[in-house]
C-alpha cells in the first residue's frame, strides 16, 4: 500500500533559478517579492516581514487559520509542490499546517474513523519537524482528484494554534522530474534536479545517494537513555524516553513512550540497506499498548518505509488494539536501497492526550544465516555477529559464572539469535546451559 506524506529536507536550501522553459508551472520568492506585489493573499498576517534569519518572508500570526494563498494556478496531473517554511527559529513551537487545493486538503485522510485512517498521513507538517529554520517540505499532488487539471488556489493554512509565528519563503510548482528529485533536491526544469550534497540527479527526474552518504544500518536501540538518539533517528515527535506504564514490556526499564497532545512518529534518518546481504533484512521492535495505554483498532501504529525522503511511503505492516507483543518485520526487497527510512506512525486517536503507546528494542540487522553460531558472552559483551537481540537481558556473571546472560524477572525475556542455516539431515543440535 502506498500513502502520500510531506517531506521535510534537513540539508541546506537550494538557490533556485527561475526559467522560463521546463516544468515550472508557478514560482514565488519572498525574499524578493512582498506578498502584495505577487498577487498572494495572507490571512492574518503578522507585523515582521522578515524572520528567523533577517530575509523577506511571509509571516503569520499563531492563530489557528491563519494562511498563506496563492493566485489560481494551473495544477497538472502529478505535479510536485516545493515549499521553503518555517515554524519557528530553534525553539519547539508544535502548530499543524495543513496543504490545500482550494478547498480541500490533498490526499487527506488525517482523523477518519474508517480504515482510511491507515491509508494516508495527508499532505500535514507538523511544527515540530520545522521549528529550526526554514526547511524545504515536497508534496506530490499525485493521487489527488482535487488537483488534476484544475485550476485553483494552493493554501497553505495553519490547522491548530502554535505558539510563535510562522512563515513561509519560496513556492514552487512544477510538472516536471517525475520523481519529485526524490525528496533530496528540487525541479529546476522539466527532469532536471538541483539535488542536496550527497546525491545526483538521475535520468527519471530524481535524486540518488552517492555511496557513502547515508550510514549502513546497525540499529541496535533499547531507548535506555535520550542520549545518541540522533545517530539513527531523524524525527522523535511526541515520544520521551521514560519509565513507561504501557505494559511490561517497557515495565522495568526506559522505553520511547509516546503520548505527546500533537503528532506521535518515529522517524529514522535515511539508511544505506544496499550494504547488507542479499538474503534480507529484518527489522525487530517490541511494541506495547497494554496497562493505562489503552488503544482500539484504529488508533494503532503504522510501520512504513520510503525510499524518497519521506515523500511517499509504503506500509509494511500496523499494529493495532491493546497489546504487548514483540514484532520481526522483513523488508521488502523494493524497500532495500541506498536512501531508505523507516517510520512509527500514530495516524490518529481519539482523544489528543491517550491512546498511548510505547516503543521498545528497535533493531535493523540482516539475516544472512550462519553455519554455525556460539555465544559465550565473554568479556560481558553479546557478539552482534551471532546475537539478533537480547530483549530485558545483559551479559555479566551470574551463579559464578562470568559468561552469562542474565535477564530480569520483572521483564518479558527474550533471546534471538542470527539465523542459522541447519543441515537438512537432521545431524544438527543445539546444546545451552
Known sequence: MMWTSVLLTVGPLLCFVTLSQGGIVYEVDFTTQTPAAAGVSLNSAASATTFCDGQGAAVLSTSFGSSVQTPEIQFPANSWIYVDMSSGCGSVSGGRFDFKIGSFAINNAQGSTSSSVWATDGSTVFGELIDNGFQRVTVTTAGSSTAAGTTNTLSIVAAATASTNWAVRRIVVTAGCAQGCSGHGRCTNADTCLCDDGYV??????????????????????????????????????????????????????????????????????????????????????????????????????????TNGGVTWSVVT??????????????????????????????????????????????????????????????GELSESSTLYAVGGEAGPHCGRDDAVVFSTLSVPMLATMPVDLPADGTAFLQFD
Open 201 to 306: 540527479a538521475t535520468v527519471d527526474g530524481g535524486c540518488a545517494a552517492n555511496t557513502g552518504t547515508n550510514p549502513a544500518p546497525a540499529i541496535r536501540e533499547q531507548f535506555d537513555t535520550s542520549v545518541g538518539l540522533d545517530t539513527w533517528f531523524d524525527w522523535v515527535i511526541g515520544g520521551t524516553v521514560q519509565n513507561s506504564d504501557c505494559g511490561p514490556l517497557s515495565s522495568t526499564a526506559p522505553a520511547l513512550h509516546f503520548d505527546g497532545s500533537g503528532a506521535r512518529r518515529l522517524i529514522t534518518r535515511d539508511l544505506d540497506l544496499t550494504t547488507m546481504p542479499a538474503s534480507g533484512l529484518v527489522v525487530h521492535w517490541s511494541y506495547s499498548s497494554a496497562g493505562s495505554c489503552t488503544a482500539s483498532s484504529t488508533e494503532g501504529v503504522v510501520f512504513a518505509a520510503s
Open 318 to 379: 500496523r499494529v493495532s488494539g491493546d497489546r504487548t507483543s514483540d514484532w520481526d518485520v522483513s523488508v521488502p526487497q523494493s524497500l532495500i536501497t541506498k536512501a531508505t527510512r523507516f517510520m512509527w506512525l500514530q495516524p490518529g486517536r481519539s482523544l489528543t492526550t491517550s491512546d498511548e503507546w510505547a516503543i521498545d528494542d528497535v533493531f535493523v540487522v540482516a539475516t544472512t544465516p550462519l553455519s554455525s553460531l556460539t555465544e559465550a558472552a565473554s568479556g
